[in-house]
């Protein structure tokens, strides 16, 4: 279940609730039980699953001494990245 997080029209508290996106429960502020707004977050990063690592023909991005491919913001050193 997804993470909302909400905020009081009261006293200014903001917390977090675990609901199903299809139903937003009754909520109230857990400090004063005052009236709530769900308000943007960052939530949660992208999750991306796979191979994505460029193959060994393609020496633009491949790990090296003059570009790195894992990330980084310097180039790999010695041994390549993994």
């Known amino acids: 279940m997804p993470t909302y997080e909400y905020k009081c029209k009261h006293c ?9 996106m299809s139903k937003r429960p009754d909520i109230q502020c857990p400090a004063c039980a005052g009236s709530v707004e769900r308000i943007i977050s960052a939530g949660a990063g992208i999750i991306i699953k796979g191979n994505l690592r460029p193959s060994a023909g393609n020496s633009t991005t491949r790990c090296g001494n003059d570009a ?11 041994p390549q990245c993994e």
Do not use: A, L
């Open 12 to 20: 200014g508290k903001i917390f977090e609730v675990f609901h199903s």
């Open 68 to 78: 790195p491919c894992c990330g980084r913001d310097v180039p790999c050193e010695s």
